[in-house]
């Protein structure tokens, strides 16, 4: 297995939560180790996940 990072663009909702957060990852389907915010718009969080892959 290898850890392979990944950036993820979700939603803004003006008021990020640690849950709001990994509830839009999960609802990518997507089981992260690790995960930061690298960018803000008005629009959108870009977040950096770190994943496991085969």
């Known amino acids: 297995m290898k850890v392979i990072s990944e950036l993820i663009e979700i939603p803004n909702n003006h008021a990020p939560t ?14 992260h180790l690790r995960w930061a915010v690298v960018h803000v718009s008005d629009k959108i969080y870009t977040i ?7």
């Open 48 to 54: 950096s996940v770190a994943v496991l892959k085969e």
């Open 18 to 31: 640690t849950e709001y957060i990994e509830l839009e990852l999960s609802k990518q389907n997507i089981n």
